[in-house]
């Protein structure tokens, strides 16, 4: 795979691009007020019979709002530095009536400047200007206060809730890496069983079995913690997991494997068919002297990958059967299962039942996912 390596974004550039959205929200959000406050006087106008005076409205709205481009981030700033839960303490409320008035001060003040630098100078004095507007500008500094409470509250509970996601995510993978941790011992224990029972009846098949499972042992370590593969891959460890259990049972186990080329390029959880066949060897197989037959399917059945397992044992729970009463209920089909449920949710099915002309049937159905090339980091 082509190794691409991509450098996580500077913090410096984070919070300029953080700092240019504020600053267009802000302005946005003034030329909003601008443009309500102006169409509602031009209409106010033209409903007395009066003339638009579009031009000059708009300007005049601009001028009575410009003030608060300056004043609004100084006041969000403050406010954010104040928990919402103190809000209840009377200082605080205090503090806020003081922000309020010293907001006003300003406002006013620069409503000055701009009148007489762009606009109509106001004929009243300040202190008259300032009582004429000080409750709209206090109802005005509380909106915004209350928008600047609502908005971190909103981010806060997005953060959490990505943060929970993320819990969620590694909870799940770790979940998994234990789950696939405890698969792959439980698999080499059983394989090391069979090598043992030849050691004395056979050795060079013994040896040859060794062998073999050194081989499998290379693959198997060689995944690491992977979580998928494709199938094609999968079949591929299973084929050489099997010519270890054909060293021991020779023509007793009588296989087939009949898997679609579409089916193989599909991705599937790393050993998902292994512990259902080592359950039908190990119960439907392996106590019977004429050994059984097993076959392993793999097809696309509409937006799904069906794998089936099918073998001609005893079955299920046949009374007074000691090997069919425990199918089903080992810790690798147990352990399939969990991992299915981890990685697919309620998106998968997972059965073990009896089969129509006697025997087990493992029916395993997931998304069908075509494996893709992507690049990975050096």
Known sequence: MVALAQSPPHRSDLRLKTFAGRALLLIGAWAAVVLFTTSQLVLTYTATGGPAYWSATLRNSAIQWGPWLIVAPIVIAIALRVPAPALNRPWIILGYIGGALAAAVVVVALAFVLRSTFGTPITRPFRAEFLRNVHSIAVIYVLIVAG?????????????????????????????????????????????????????????????????????????????????????????????????????????????????????????????????????????????????????????????????????????????????????????????????????????SFSVANGASGGAVVDIRIPARRATLEPTRA
């Open 148 to 348: 600047a409470y609502g908005a971190a509250s909103l981010r806060q509970k997005r953060e959490r809730d990505r943060h929970v996601a993320r819990l969620e995510v590694q909870l799940a993978d770790a979940k998994f890496s234990v789950l696939q941790a405890q698969l792959q011992p439980h698999f080499l224990f059983n394989t090391l069983h069979g090598v043992s029972s030849l050691i004395h009846e056979d050795p060079d098949a013994a040896e040859d079995m060794l062998t073999a499972l050194s081989d499998l042992l290379r693959i198997t370590l060689g995944r690491g913690d992977q979580r998928e593969v494709t199938l094609r891959d999968d079949l591929s460890f299973l084929t050489r997991y099997l010519e270890i259990h054909k060293m021991r049972l020779g023509d007793r186990l009588r296989l087939t494997i009949d898997v679609s080329n579409d089916a193989e390029d599909c991705l599937v959880p790393a050993f998902v068919i292994q512990p259902a066949v080592e359950n039908a060897i190990r119960y439907a197989i392996s106590p019977r002297r004429e050994g059984g037959r097993l076959e392993v399917r793999g097809e696309i059945v509409g937006d799904n990958l069906r794998l089936t397992i099918i073998d001609d044992g005893p079955g299920l729970a046949n009374d007074g059967d000691d090997h069919a009463k425990h199918r089903g209920s080992g810790i690798g089909l147990a352990n399939t299962r969990a991992r299915l449920e981890q990685m697919f949710g309620n998106r998968y």
